[in-house]
């Protein structure tokens, strides 16, 4: 039983119905996919045949291009009035049963006007639309099939390309994991850059009192420190810190005596 039914008008877009039917063919097996040109064997008898599968098939595209409300038929009417008309008795059948329809835009083609429907078709300018472009074939094949594979989950347990599907799935995934982890990476040295050359209080969370580049006497301990400068002039001198080093800064500054000249 096939499960998708590709429907197209002879005299519009034939190529693309047949592009489309074998690269479907392809990823799920020919089987699963009715096209009347191949898939009806020699003998058979034709109406009866499109009937059957068009009643048992899950989904139907109409690959409509832009002549495809334009060609006619012998009496020069165009051939989508007709109510014998396949093209048009094959979506009336499906639309009538429930049956999934997919239109399949082709080329320059244009959403469905109702006002060229017959009644028993105006259900399907309601329906989504994918598009086709032979200038964008892979890419709108590629879509479409994982479309239906999607939509018809027997059809997505057969796909072929499912690893393929899954592989761009995973290459998205760790190109976003390897953008964050380069953004974190930025922030981290971003820090480290800041910090870099200071005295102070550094744990997890950057808490405490952090100096940077200092250029004097520093207590980064608890306790007293002692600065006891002796100078002359320019202010150098000794500092030292005593006991436990917890308490507060004392400072001291003494003058070198001078020696009286009598000695005094």
């Known amino acids: 039983m096939p499960n998708v039914f590709v429907n197209y008008r002879t005299g519009d877009e034939e190529s693309a119905a047949t592009m489309i039917a074998r690269e479907l063919a392809r990823r799920f097996g020919g089987e699963r996919i009715f096209f009347a040109s191949n898939s009806i064997e020699p003998g058979h008898r034709f109406p009866a045949e499109l009937v059957r599968a068009v009643e048992e098939c899950e989904a139907l595209l109409a690959v409509i291009g832009p002549r495809w409300a334009e060609v006619r038929g012998e009496d020069g009417r165009p051939a989508l009035e ?88 995973e290459a998205k995934s760790r190109k976003e994991s390897a953008q964050d982890a380069g953004h974190t990476r930025m922030r981290t040295r971003d820090v480290e850059q800041r910090v870099r050359g200071g005295v102070g209080n550094l744990n997890g969370d950057l808490s405490g009192t952090f100096v940077n580049e200092p250029q004097g006497p520093v207590n980064t301990g608890p306790g007293h420190q002692y600065n006891a400068p002796h100078f002359q002039g320019d202010n150098t001198g000794v500092q030292f810190t005593a006991g436990d080093n917890s308490g507060t800064v004392h400072q001291r500054f003494e003058r070198e005596r001078r020696r009286s000249d009598d000695g005094r």
């Open 82 to 169: 007709g109510a014998q008309d396949w093209t048009r008795r094959e979506i009336q059948t499906a639309l009538n049963r429930g049956i999934l329809v997919i239109p399949v835009l082709v080329g320059k083609a244009t959403r469905i006007d109702r006002a060229v429907l017959p009644d028993d078709l105006q259900e399907l300018a309601d329906c989504q639309y994918r598009r086709f472009d032979h200038r964008n074939a892979e890419s709108d094949l590629m879509v479409l099939g994982d479309a239906i594979a999607r939509l018809l989950p027997e059809l997505g347990a057969v796909d072929r390309d499912a690893h393929a599907v899954r592989e761009r799935a």
